[in-house]
């Protein structure tokens, strides 16, 4: 009778977990992702933080998300794989020309969406590769000029509460450890400006100003969705309810077409 019930139990326990592995299985992704990072340099740590936090995203909501650290693979038929593309600190520049024609395409005809973060705007000639004027116009208009190095705590004021990347966040929010970059120009005339930082709030104070110094913007001259946000230095902005329910609004909502 003992090995009979054992025998009975293990029967259960099986069909259990092949029911199980099943209903995950037949469980439709909503949207593939696509995530450049940068495995190296100062912003590893950042990448170290956003990795895991993206992954638990993916899993709690039901979408696929794939990784890569170089541009040498993305061409057209790698991204018409995903929905949403996702420049996680890496710039724009040691990008092939195959890779930087297929972005421009995959944005120009909205194959699918863009959030790109940080490092995404290091607009310029770097290490010997020249400036992507398509990129800079993409991101209206702009350069590279400065940053904070010793970086600055400061306070973020959201200009269009309305857009739906902003559901659930505040107004204003403050910012701990970040470089604040300067640009030669603010990109506000070419773009849709929905967040900038307060200068006056730079905790220390830095004479490494802007003005007018927009921190999240979207271009709304693309056909695809997209959104550039400023913020994504350090690993503790996603300590950040804020930082983390913007991010995660951005991403659903660079996934859907217009």
Not at 127 to 146: L, N, V
Request: hydrophobic letters at 40%; proline letters at 5%.
């Amino acid at each position: 009778m003992k090995n009979i019930f054992i025998v009975v139990n293990l029967v259960l326990v099986g069909f259990l977990f092949q029911t199980s592995c099943m209903a995950q299985t037949s469980k439709k992704s909503r949207f593939k992702a696509l995530v450049l990072y940068e495995n190296g340099g100062h912003h590893l740590p950042f990448t170290t933080a956003a990795k895991p936090w993206l992954n638990k995203l993916a899993i709690d909501s039901s979408f696929t998300i794939d990784y890569i650290e170089n541009t040498k693979t993305i061409n057209e038929a790698l991204l018409k794989k995903y929905q949403v593309f996702i420049q996680l600190d890496y710039p724009p520049y040691t990008w092939s020309e195959e890779s930087m024609k297929a972005f421009q395409k995959y944005m120009n005809d909205g194959k699918g969406g863009w959030i790109g973060l940080h490092h995404a705007t290091l607009l310029g000639e770097f290490d010997g590769y020249p400036m992507w004027q398509w990129f800079s116009d993409f991101m209206g208009g702009i350069q590279f000029k400065d940053y904070i190095p010793a970086f600055a705590n400061a306070k973020v004021n959201i200009e269009d509460t309305s857009h739906p990347i902003m559901k659930g966040v505040p107004a204003s929010f403050f910012v701990k450890k970040e470089e604040w970059y300067t640009y030669n120009k603010s990109p506000r005339q070419n773009v849709h400006v929905m967040a900038s930082v307060d200068e006056a709030t730079y905790e220390p104070a830095s004479e490494i100003k802007m003005g007018d110094h927009p921190v999240i913007w979207t271009n709304p001259h693309f056909a695809a969705r997209n959104v550039y946000i400023f913020m994504g230095h350090a690993p503790e902005l996603f300590d950040s309810e804020a930082y983390t329910t913007l991010l995660r609004n951005s991403i659903f909502w660079a996934a859907q077409k217009k």
